[in-house]
């Protein structure tokens, strides 16, 4: 069956070190993957996406990473700081223009 | 810019009642717009998207039904609530084009008494 799973329900690190969220995935071929950023109460921000062909992409202290062989993308955000405590999903295209995200991942920084 | 509205923003009703919440998006036309629903502490799931005016595509069986009026307007209904109704419905929209990002709104968060 196909499944989208996010490394740990939470996760808590101190600030200006590097949080590393995982996201895996079976039995889809996604194109692409899309990092988003969802806050108590509110929708989720969009923040990167990478294509299958990419194996990296930047954006001032976010990274991600996409592994189409292990089926995996992992996403970086480097010095964090406790503005960076959020919940963070992962998304893939499933077919077409259909979005499948994962549960999400809750990330506390800790000053 | 384009922005996306969604209302209420928050819903409490009881079981048996109708439900309709509305959600229109700003700045863009013909944007392939999406509900999902979102319960306590899950994940995502996709309840319906539309491509057009009156194409609805539904992902999953369930007591509530959606409508495209309008190129920029997605309503989402049902009847007759349920309990299990209950949660935070958001409404999103993306360029008609595969990689394009989602943009949501602000969620409705519906609780059926």
């Known amino acids: 069956s196909q499944k989208i799973e996010q490394n740990s329900e939470a996760l808590n690190i101190q600030e200006g070190k590097t949080a590393t969220l995982t996201c895996n995935y079976t039995n889809y071929s996604p194109a692409y993957l899309q990092w988003y950023r969802q806050d108590p109460g509110r929708g989720p921000v969009f923040l990167l996406l990478i294509r299958e062909n990419e194996k990296e992409k930047r954006k001032e202290r976010l990274k991600v990473t996409f592994d189409t062989t292990l089926k995996q993308s992992l996403f970086h955000i480097t010095a964090s700081q406790p503005a960076d405590s959020a919940t963070y999903l992962c998304?893939?295209?499933?077919?077409?223009?259909?979005?499948?995200f994962g549960p999400g991942t809750r990330l506390s920084v800790l000053p | 810019s384009q922005t996306i509205h969604q209302w209420p923003a928050t819903l409490v009703q009881p079981v048996g009642s109708p439900l309709s919440l509305e959600c229109t998006v700003e700045g863009t036309s013909n944007p392939n717009l999406y509900w999902y629903r979102q319960a306590a502490g899950r994940g995502l799931q996709l309840l319906f998207y539309s491509v057009g005016i009156g194409q609805i595509s539904s992902e999953v069986p369930q007591n509530l039904s959606a409508s495209r009026p309008q190129d920029r307007q997605f309503i989402l209904s049902s009847k007759k609530l349920l309990l299990s109704d209950s949660g935070f419905y958001l409404c999103?929209?993306?360029?008609?084009?595969?990689?394009?990002?989602?943009?949501f709104g602000n969620g409705t968060r519906l609780t059926v008494t």
């Open positions: 998304a893939l295209e499933a077919h077409g223009q259909n979005f499948v």
């Open positions: 999103a929209w993306s360029e008609y084009r595969g990689n394009s990002p989602l943009h």
